[in-house]
């Protein structure tokens, strides 16, 4: 059927363009996300474990989906509010954030492309 090929197609050149977005990201290092962070984050994740939760412990649902639905969903991100490209404080917790994956990703699509 033509229309499924083309549709199978698109799906492809989508997928192409992801990759190079992907390609055109400096990595993680280069973003500041060092191994100092890394212990950072990992301590920040064991007493701020829920997605949306804030330095204060209040459950913020700005930036999270899980909130908004009323989930306390387990945090997998510590995220800047505000980018450090955007010139977000790195290790403020007035900047900083518990997210999970799946909002972290939505966050970085609606706010950081
Ligand atoms: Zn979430």
């Known amino acids: 059927m033509p229309w499924r090929a083309r549709n199978h197609r698109a799906e492809a050149e989508v997928k192409t363009r992801e990759q190079q977005r992907q390609r055109a990201r400096p990595t993680a290092q280069q973003r500041g996300y060092d191994y100092v962070w890394s212990l950072f984050s990992q301590r920040w994740l064991r007493t701020h474990p829920i997605c949306g939760e804030q330095y204060d412990g209040t459950i913020s649902d ?52």
């Open 62 to 113: 700005q930036y999270s989906a899980c909130a908004r639905a009323g989930v306390l969903a387990p945090a997998e991100v510590t995220d800047h509010i505000l980018s450090m490209a955007k010139g977000g404080e790195k290790y403020d917790p007035h900047n900083l954030q518990s997210l999970c994956r799946a909002c972290n990703s939505l966050k970085m699509r609606q706010y950081e492309s």
